[in-house]
């Protein structure tokens, strides 16, 4: 039996793509957009300046890998 939450989720569009860690920026880029053609994808190697902004449409991926969990932020 399910709940109205675990239907919710369902749902729910995705904001996180944890199977992406470890494959090319290239890759990683075109599964998001084929997944949320609505955000902006930004790429972003790691240690540089980044604003502290929440962006609802923005993914940032960092690396010529992607080395964390992409997600909404």
Known sequence: MSSPADSKACDAPKT???ELVGCTIKVAKERIKADRP???VVV???GTMVDQMIDPNRVRLRVDTVAEVP???
Request: no cysteine; glycine share 8%; net charge negative.
């Open 16 to 18: 996180e793509w944890p």
């Open 38 to 40: 609505d955000l902006n």
């Open 44 to 46: 972003t190697p790691i």
């Open 71 to 73: 997600k909404i932020g």
